[in-house]
């Protein structure tokens, strides 16, 4: 990790309540006013950019608590997954969520592959974004006040078995090496070590994650958590996936 970050000491309150900062990346001026108003009424600080450069600035001071990014900022087809990588490098769980007209799968699967843990279209109601934000920031508060659903440090999974999970670093080891999975992920994975051989549905896995999404996400977060094992032993072969069921843990 080349930078370090610090949260952002400024925090404002309106009594004995603590106000969340939103940092908002949108460089269409219209959509970015209009949702810096419409989050700002719902009781947020909202500190908006147009750019990947405006917000690197920001970012460099202090951290917020969720950033919502586009994906394509002014001339940067892909500044908003620039600005991913780099708050994932720096925070492992500060929320981050895509807010896009990008709708493939292609970019969704990006940015979850990135470390996002919320991927929405622009096409959402106000009142949607809103519930998923306050997802996040909850989940987000639960990991700050330690209050993590977790077993116990570094539980040995199978005598046999080459994976263990540390509960307290929220961390996954492979053949004794730390996987590299966001927070979400973190939970899918340790969700599907509970108990091994047992079919985890798509529901169980969101709950698990503290996410409710479409399928298809949990599908994509499957995909990226199977290639950063293959990235430590590439005959990684552990999760399988039962068709119109879900997923399940099996060691080879």
Same mark, same amino acid.
């Given at each position: 990790?080349?930078?370090?970050? @610090? ?21 269409? #001026?219209?959509?970015?006013? %209009? ?5 700002? #009424?719902?009781? !947020?600080? $909202?500190?908006? +950019? ?8 920001? !970012? ?10 586009? *994906?394509?900022?002014?001339?940067? =087809? ?11 490098? $720096? ?25 996002? #843990? ?9 009142? +949607? ?6 997802? &996040? ?15 116990? %440090? ?9 994976? +263990?999970?540390?509960?307290?670093? /929220?961390?996954? +080891?492979? %053949?004794?090496?730390?996987?590299? /999975?966001?927070?979400?992920? !973190?939970?899918?994975?340790?969700? /599907?070590?509970?108990?091994? @051989? ?6 169980? &896995? ?6 409710? $999404? ?11 958590? =199977?290639?950063? !094992?293959?990235?430590?032993?590439? %005959? ?13 843990? $099996?060691? *080879?």
């Amino acid at each position: 990790m080349s930078e370090m970050l @610090r949260i952002n000491p400024q925090k404002h309150c309106i009594g004995t309540v603590m106000l969340k900062e939103i940092v908002l990346v949108e460089d269409d #001026d219209v959509i970015r006013e %209009n949702y810096t108003e419409l989050l700002a #009424d719902e009781g !947020f600080i $909202v500190k908006a +950019y147009r750019n990947r450069e405006e917000a690197m600035t920001h !970012f460099r001071q202090g951290l917020p608590d969720i950033a919502i990014l586009d *994906i394509s900022l002014e001339e940067e =087809r892909e500044g908003g997954f620039q600005l991913c990588m780099y708050l994932r490098q $720096v925070s492992p769980i500060l929320p981050i969520l895509f807010l896009t007209s990008h709708g493939s799968e292609i970019d969704k699967i990006s940015g979850f592959r990135l470390g996002a #843990d919320d991927y929405l279209t622009k096409d959402i109601s106000i009142e +949607y974004l809103i519930v998923r934000i306050e997802a &996040l920031l909850r989940r987000y508060a639960s990991i700050q006040s330690q209050n993590i659903p977790a077993t116990t %440090n570094k539980v040995e999974e199978g005598k046999a078995s080459k994976s +263990y999970v540390d509960s307290d670093q /929220l961390l996954v +080891y492979w %053949n004794d090496q730390a996987v590299e /999975l966001t927070l979400t992920q !973190f939970w899918i994975v340790q969700e /599907l070590l509970s108990e091994p @051989r047992e079919v985890k549905t798509n529901r169980q &896995l969101m709950e698990a994650a503290k996410i409710y $999404v479409e399928p298809n996400t949990i599908t994509a977060h499957i995909k990226t958590i =199977r290639n950063r !094992f293959k990235a430590i032993d590439e %005959n990684f072969n552990s999760i399988k996936t039962e068709r119109g069921t879900g997923y399940r843990w $099996v060691d *080879i």
